[in-house]
Each structure stands twice: as structure tokens, then as C-alpha cells.
């Protein structure tokens, strides 16, 4: 769907270009996944978080965070979901806190018709619209 809307679906994963890899293909994924270790990319949205020592050690010990992330700081990403234009313009941003929710697809999908101007775009949606996105280095 987001395809035939005109737009191309980016995952940028915390895990190294390794872990990413292996999860795209066990998962037959079918989008672009892209690697940000050290949080780079992450932390230029402003959506990197510290997670508490004894976190971190349950992390650590549970499925060892710095073979996953190729660190050992301790930071990670908040979930979130961005639509952005050809012009890098944020038109539509999802942040949660909760790793466990997730933007809705329907709502990417109708930010997308809404800025393509897909004659499926649903009347309401009405996304919003942050400053720029910030340019890759």
C-alpha cells in the first residue's frame, strides 16, 4: 500500500549492520533496514534514552544488549515513526515512550495519501507538520 501511495518504507534499527541483517532475512522483511549504531540518527530526533543500571543489567543478562547494539552505554531508541517529505519535511511523527506501541499503519498510510495526493486519500487525516528533518552527514 505504501508502495502504490508513492512512499518508501525505512526501518532504522539500533542493532549492528550484523543483527539487522540476520532479522530482515530470518523475517523476510520487506523493507530497506537501515543500522544506526551508536545512535546517531536517533539521537539527531532527540529520541535517544539512558535505561537505570539495574535495567540495563536485566538487558544484559537476559539477551546481552552490546552484542545487539554494539555498545555498552546503555541507550536506546523510543519507538517512533516518521512520514517524510521529498523536501525533508516531518509531516507526520509518532514517539512513544513504550516500546510496545507502535504508530498505527492506517495512519501512515493516510499521511502519505494526504501528502502525494492519492485520489484514496481519506478526507480526515490531517498530519502533523514539525520543523525539517535533519539531513544525513
Same mark, same amino acid.
Given at each position: 500500500?505504501?508502495?502504490?501511495?508513492?512512499?518508501? *518504507? @525505512? @526501518?532504522?534499527?539500533?542493532?549492528?549492520?550484523?543483527?539487522?541483517?540476520?532479522?530482515? /532475512?530470518? #523475517?523476510? #522483511? %520487506?523493507?530497506?533496514?537501515?543500522?544506526? &549504531?551508536?545512535?546517531? &540518527?536517533?539521537?539527531?530526533?532527540? *529520541?535517544? +534514552?539512558?535505561?537505570?543500571?539495574?535495567?540495563?543489567?536485566?538487558?544484559?543478562?537476559?539477551?546481552?544488549?552490546?552484542?545487539?547494539?554494539?555498545?555498552?552505554?546503555?541507550? #536506546?531508541? *523510543?519507538?517512533?515513526?516518521?512520514?517524510?517529505?521529498?523536501?525533508?519535511?516531518?509531516? +507526520?511523527?509518532? &514517539?512513544?515512550?513504550?516500546?510496545?506501541? !507502535?504508530? /498505527?499503519?492506517? /495512519?501512515? #498510510?493516510?499521511?502519505? !495519501?494526504?501528502?502525494?495526493?492519492?485520489?484514496?486519500?481519506? %478526507?480526515?487525516?490531517?498530519?502533523?507538520?514539525?520543523?525539517?528533518?535533519?539531513?544525513?552527514?
Amino acid at each position: 500500500e505504501l508502495k502504490k501511495a508513492g512512499a518508501t *518504507l @525505512v @526501518v532504522v534499527s539500533p542493532d549492528t549492520p550484523d543483527k539487522s541483517l540476520s532479522t530482515t /532475512e530470518k #523475517l523476510k #522483511l %520487506p523493507m530497506v533496514v537501515l543500522s544506526d &549504531v551508536g545512535l546517531k &540518527v536517533a539521537g539527531s530526533y532527540g *529520541l535517544v +534514552y539512558r535505561i537505570p543500571p539495574a535495567l540495563k543489567a536485566m538487558y544484559d543478562k537476559a539477551f546481552d544488549l552490546k552484542s545487539w547494539s554494539g555498545h555498552d552505554k546503555g541507550d #536506546l531508541p *523510543l519507538a517512533a515513526a516518521y512520514v517524510i517529505g521529498k523536501d525533508r519535511r516531518v509531516r +507526520y511523527a509518532f &514517539v512513544d515512550a513504550d516500546y510496545r506501541r !507502535r504508530a /498505527e499503519p492506517s /495512519e501512515l #498510510l493516510a499521511a502519505v !495519501r494526504v501528502r502525494t495526493g492519492s485520489p484514496a486519500a481519506p %478526507p480526515t487525516a490531517s498530519p502533523t507538520a514539525p520543523p525539517a528533518a535533519p539531513s544525513a552527514k
